[in-house]
């Protein structure tokens, strides 16, 4: 059996020191160390995915479709509103065929002032495309997201979380300043590649932390929790961070935390969040920028 072959016990030291080193972390903020002495940041984030989920697995049953579509015109003006009523920045990661399918739901987030982050293109898995293509469609996607937005971009949420080898020196080409989409730290983190420092920051997410797992789309995928299940185990998470001064990052989806007894828990769980003090409400890209800045500081 080759070595590409073998199974992972028979792997050499070499081998797998360097899978794990690829893509490594660094640098995690400090915790407590948030602008204008927040006692806690929180940063919302919402991935416009819509149809693209279905259309990416190559399916076109208007059933399925239907689904997605409910994000469009039901879920995202429900979560833009309930934002708009705490006054709470968020950043709404998009692939680029949804913001052509809904071109006024882009319109809406563009005129409430929230950052617009890349999600690919189709919503495509990185993990099934060659190098090249997950090259191509990454350029691809910030031409059109750049015009499509009205300003470049400067993070990326890969689809279905999916970062492969190739993404990290995708994401330096293309001049990003942040990803969200790995997970070794409750705190934002520099990313390291095969051990050398990018001055990529890591705004890291949680399936913890995120409404998918919880409510599946699919019928026969159990929805084990009740909402308001779920907004316990949300803010418990909140009171965590609060508590040790971290960051609290929630990932949402306009077609799934959309519905009725569902956008009550976001509405529960915002209005929890901002009956506390020292509340930071702030987008990605400024969690991004503000451990950059910190990690600049001289020592001590």
């Given at each position: 059996?080759?070595?590409?072959?073998?199974?992972?016990?028979?792997?050499?030291?070499t081998r797998w020191?360097?899978?794990?080193?690829?893509?490594?972390?660094?640098?995690?903020?400090?915790?407590?160390?948030?602008?204008?002495?927040?006692?806690?940041?929180?940063?919302?984030?919402?991935?416009?995915?819509?149809?693209?989920?279905?259309?990416?697995?190559?399916?076109?049953?208007?059933?399925?479709?239907?689904?997605?579509?409910?994000?469009?015109?039901?879920?995202?003006?429900?979560?833009?509103?309930?934002?708009?009523?705490?006054?709470?920045?968020?950043?709404?990661?998009?692939?680029?065929?949804s913001t052509e399918?809904?071109?006024?739901?882009?319109?809406?987030?563009?005129?409430?002032?929230?950052?617009?982050?890349?999600?690919?293109?189709?919503?495509?898995?990185?993990?099934?495309?060659?190098?090249?293509?997950?090259?191509?469609?990454?350029?691809?996607?910030?031409?059109?997201?750049?015009?499509?937005?009205?300003?470049?971009?400067?993070?990326?949420?890969?689809?279905?979380?999916?970062?492969?080898?190739?993404?990290?020196?995708?994401?330096?080409?293309?001049?990003?300043?942040?990803?969200?989409?790995?997970?070794?730290?409750?705190?934002?983190?520099?990313?390291?590649?095969?051990?050398?420092?990018?001055?990529?920051?890591?705004?890291?997410?949680?399936?913890?932390?995120?409404?998918?797992?919880?409510?599946?789309?699919?019928?026969?995928?159990?929805?084990?929790?009740?909402?308001?299940?779920?907004?316990?185990?949300?803010?418990?998470?909140?009171?965590?961070a609060y508590a040790?001064?971290?960051?609290?990052?929630?990932?949402?989806?306009?077609?799934?935390?959309?519905?009725?007894?569902?956008?009550?828990?976001?509405?529960?769980?915002?209005?929890?969040?901002?009956?506390?003090?020292?509340?930071?409400?702030?987008?990605?890209?400024?969690?991004?920028?503000?451990?950059?800045?910190?990690?600049?500081?001289?020592?001590?």
């Amino acid at each position: 059996m080759s070595n590409a072959q073998s199974a992972p016990w028979e792997w050499p030291e070499t081998r797998w020191r360097s899978m794990v080193a690829e893509v490594g972390a660094s640098n995690a903020l400090e915790l407590g160390a948030w602008p204008r002495n927040a006692t806690v940041a929180v940063a919302i984030s919402v991935d416009v995915d819509n149809e693209t989920l279905v259309l990416s697995r190559g399916m076109d049953g208007p059933g399925l479709l239907s689904q997605g579509q409910y994000g469009a015109r039901v879920g995202l003006p429900r979560v833009l509103e309930t934002l708009r009523r705490h006054s709470v920045p968020a950043t709404f990661f998009y692939p680029v065929v949804s913001t052509e399918l809904d071109p006024a739901g882009l319109a809406a987030v563009r005129a409430d002032g929230h950052e617009i982050g890349l999600h690919g293109w189709i919503h495509e898995k990185c993990g099934d495309l060659t190098a090249g293509q997950e090259r191509e469609l990454a350029l691809r996607s910030a031409e059109a997201m750049e015009v499509a937005a009205g300003a470049r971009p400067v993070g990326l949420r890969t689809p279905y979380w999916d970062f492969t080898a190739h993404t990290l020196p995708i994401i330096r080409e293309l001049g990003l300043e942040y990803d969200s989409s790995l997970m070794a730290d409750d705190q934002p983190y520099e990313l390291l590649h095969r051990d050398e420092a990018t001055g990529v920051t890591e705004v890291p997410v949680s399936w913890i932390r995120d409404d998918a797992p919880y409510f599946p789309d699919d019928a026969l995928g159990k929805q084990v929790l009740a909402p308001h299940e779920v907004l316990r185990i949300w803010q418990d998470e909140f009171d965590a961070a609060y508590a040790e001064g971290g960051l609290f990052t929630l990932a949402l989806h306009p077609h799934i935390i959309g519905h009725r007894s569902r956008i009550k828990v976001l509405r529960e769980l915002l209005a929890y969040i901002a009956a506390r003090p020292g509340v930071w409400f702030t987008t990605h890209a400024d969690v991004a920028r503000h451990a950059v800045a910190q990690r600049a500081r001289p020592a001590g």
